[in-house]
């Protein structure tokens, strides 16, 4: 049996996050781009023809599109050693998960793309870099970025709203830095499914990129060692007084968590609600099986809503609720006791309403793609 080939790449948010989980679980894994015959011929039609990145061969050969899907695999495997245990502390996990994944997609695609001074030259690289070697490739590589500038404005990035997106984001950074000051990682000396999902955003974009990259090391400098951290193996925890790589004992979730949550809630929950409600009118007349579609800024319409005065007009992606669903069904099989918990503990961060936020269908996987059931 060989190693696990990953096909990603470094400046790919989704890759980010498989990426982390593999060094943190000690998998040995091989990262390969995409552009070889092989992967055209052998992956990609394992993939129903969908190429995004993460995808993955196992090391017997199967072949996994899609990130959660690649992380749910090994932790089947391993006994789902990163989801914490004790109910507060696995429903956060599970709501971090959908936070990095999709809720942070605005202020990544700002800070990368609306910053052509610090960013262009950096970007024009490594989009030149997996291009295919032609005359023409440095042509090919800014067609590419135009794609993905275009997609940033369909996540709600626009000059109306670039000093709202800015100032929710820098809040959330000292948010975040106070936790990391005083905890590794989000729920104590271990790192969790939502640490995974965090790492998405935070990684390839607001954590490497020119501009964001030293305005997290310079404001936030603890946010900074976590992303570090996320991308080693070892605990790299020097500068706490605990050596304990295990999740906070008694199900503790620190204040300054709870910080994080209520600074995250102001766009997510307006956010959320307003996708479920375009997602609930389109998946109504869908037959069983339709494709929900996948990659950066591809939706099924868009959502509407204010915050702080500012009105967002943002693509609505259905796979928000592939992941949010997972914190529903978690839910749902708590006790009567441990639900009450937990949502004390979501109205502290004025997260409760996601707990409510449900499309009427569910979403799940068939030949590598995420469906409606
Ligand atoms: N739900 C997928 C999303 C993956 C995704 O969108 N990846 C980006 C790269 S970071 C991609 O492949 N984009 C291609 C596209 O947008 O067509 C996952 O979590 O793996």
């Known amino acids: 049996m060989g190693n696990i080939t990953l096909y990603g790449f470094d400046f790919s948010l989704y890759t980010g996050r498989v990426r982390s989980y593999f060094i943190k679980a000690g998998l040995s894994y091989s990262e390969r781009a995409t552009n070889s015959r092989y992967f055209w011929k052998n992956v990609l039609p394992a993939c129903s023809g969908k190429l995004t990145l993460p995808t993955i061969e196992t090391e017997s050969g199967d072949v996994i599109r899609d990130g959660a899907a690649i992380i749910d695999h090994y932790e089947e495997k391993g006994g789902h050693q990163f989801s914490p245990v004790a109910p507060k502390q696995r429903l956060l996990s599970l709501l971090f998960d959908v936070v990095g994944a999709e809720g942070l997609l605005r202020p990544a695609m700002h800070y990368r793309w609306d910053f052509p001074e610090e960013n262009h030259a950096f970007l024009h690289l490594h989009f030149a870099a997996v291009m295919p070697k032609r005359p023409d490739t440095d042509a090919l590589a800014e067609a590419q970025m135009q794609k993905m500038r275009d997609a940033c404005q369909r996540f709600g990035a626009v000059p109306d709203t670039a000093h709202l997106v800015e100032a929710l984001y820098l809040e959330l950074l ?24 965090m790492i998405a955003p935070l990684f390839a974009h607001l954590g490497r990129d020119p501009k964001p990259l030293s305005l997290m090391q310079q404001r936030a400098p603890h946010v900074f060692r976590w992303v570090e951290r996320m991308n080693r193996a070892e605990a790299d925890a020097w500068e706490f007084e605990s050596n304990d790589e295990t999740y906070l004992i008694d199900d503790t979730i620190p204040d300054t968590l709870i910080e994080v949550l209520a600074q995250i809630a102001i766009d997510f ?39 702080r005065d500012t009105t967002i007009t943002a693509v609505v992606q259905p796979y928000r609720f592939f992941l949010l669903q997972r914190v529903h069904e978690f839910f749902d099989s708590l006790n009567a006791a441990d639900k009450d918990e937990v949502e004390v503990m979501l109205r502290a961060c004025n997260m409760h309403e996601v707990l409510n936020l449900r499309i009427d269908r569910k979403i799940g996987r068939r030949n590598n793609l995420e469906v409606l059931l």
């Open 174 to 197: 000292d948010k975040l830095n106070a936790h990391f000051k005083t905890y590794p990682y989000l729920f104590g000396g271990k790192p969790s499914i939502g640490d995974f999902g």
């Open 269 to 307: 929950v307006p956010e959320t609600k307003a996708a479920s409600l375009c997602v609930n009118e389109w998946q109504r007349d869908q037959p069983e099986h339709t494709e929900v579609p996948s990659g950066v800024g591809n939706g099924i319409g868009v959502g509407t809503f204010k915050v």
